[in-house]
C-alpha cells in the first residue's frame, strides 16, 4: 500500500537502516530521493527501494554536518521533482560517551548532528513545505531524551533538544496543511548499537521503521517504540535522583 501523500519520499540518512526500512514501506508508487555521503555507493539500497516498488529512486550527495549545502539541496529536490512529500530525517550518530566526558571536541559533534543538523535542516524543510501548503516530516527523537541519563548523557541530551524542538515545530505547523511525526524508539538493535548488550524492551529497525509507518498513515503526532515505553516513562519520570543517575544506558 502506498501511504505517501503527493510528491516526492526524500530519505536524509539514506543509508540509515531504519531510514532504508521506512523507504520500502513508502515505496509502492513513489519518486524515492535516497540522499547520503557517498551517494555513488547506494546502489544497493537504491535497488532495494525499487524492488519495493518506486516508480523512481535517485541517490543524491548530502553531507548533513554541512549545513550550508541543506538549502541548496532541498531547493534543487524541489526544482526537479517538485514539492517534497515526505520527509525523513534518518541520520544521527550515537557517540563514544566515555570520549565525550573528556573530549569537547567529540561531545560538540554528537549534539551538532544529532540536534543542531537536524534543526537546521527542519527549519529549511518546514518553510518549503508551507510555502507547498502540505507535507509531512518524520524525526527520529529516542527515550534517551526524555528524561537524560549519566550514561549517556550526551547522545541524551542532543535527544531532548531535538524533542523540544520537534514538539514545538509541530504545534507551529498545525494548520498549515505540514506535518510532523516524532519517533520514539528505545534501544535499537542495529549496526549503531553493534557489540552493545541489548536493553529491555529493544527493537529492530524493520519494527521502528513499520510502526512509523503505521503512524504517519494514521496521521500522528508521535509514536514510541514499543509503544509500552510510554507508561514505562511516566514511571521512571518519578524516579529519585539518586537512583537515576545508577541506571544503565
Do not use: C
Not at 87 to 112: K, M, T, Y
Not at 176 to 186: A, H, Q, S
Amino acid at each position: 500500500m502506498n501511504d505517501t501523500v503527493e510528491g516526492p519520499v526524500v530519505i536524509f540518512g539514506g543509508r540509515s537502516e531504519i531510514g532504508l526500512e521506512l523507504a520500502l514501506r513508502l515505496a509502492p508508487g513513489a519518486t524515492v530521493v535516497l540522499a547520503a555521503r557517498s551517494a555513488d555507493r547506494l546502489t544497493a539500497e537504491a535497488d532495494a527501494v525499487r524492488a519495493a516498488g518506486a516508480s523512481a529512486v535517485h541517490t543524491v550527495e548530502f553531507d548533513a554536518d554541512d549545513l550550508t549545502g541543506h538549502a541548496p539541496l532541498v531547493a534543487t529536490l524541489i526544482a526537479e521533482h517538485g514539492p517534497i512529500g515526505t520527509a525523513v530525517l534518518a541520520f544521527g550518530v550515537l557517540g563514544d560517551q566515555a570520549r565525550a566526558e573528556s573530549d569537547a571536541a567529540h561531545a560538540v559533534g554528537i549534539v551538532h548532528t544529532d540536534f543542531v543538523a537536524q534543526v537546521n535542516l527542519l527549519t529549511i524543510l518546514a518553510a518549503a513545505m508551507r510555502a507547498a501548503g502540505r507535507g509531512r516530516m518524520v524525526v527520529f527523537s529516542s527515550v534517551a531524551g526524555i528524561r537524560v541519563r549519566r550514561a549517556n548523557y550526551v547522545y541524551g541530551s542532543a535527544k531532548a533538544g531535538l524533542e523540544g524542538f520537534a514538539g514545538g515545530l509541530a504545534d507551529a505547523l498545525h494548520g498549515t496543511g505540514v506535518r510532523l511525526l516524532i519517533v520514539r524508539p528505545g534501544f535499537v538493535v542495529g549496526r549503531m548499537t553493534a557489540g552493545m548488550s541489548p536493553a529491555p524492551l529493544s527493537s529492530t529497525p524493520p519494527q521502528v521503521a513499520a510502526a512509523a509507518a503505521r503512524a504517519l498513515k494514521k496521521g500522528r503526532r508521535s509514536v514510541w517504540v514499543p509503544w509500552a515505553l510510554r507508561p514505562l516513562f511516566a514511571g521512571l519520570r518519578l524516579l529519585p535522583q539518586a537512583v537515576w543517575r545508577r541506571m544503565p544506558r
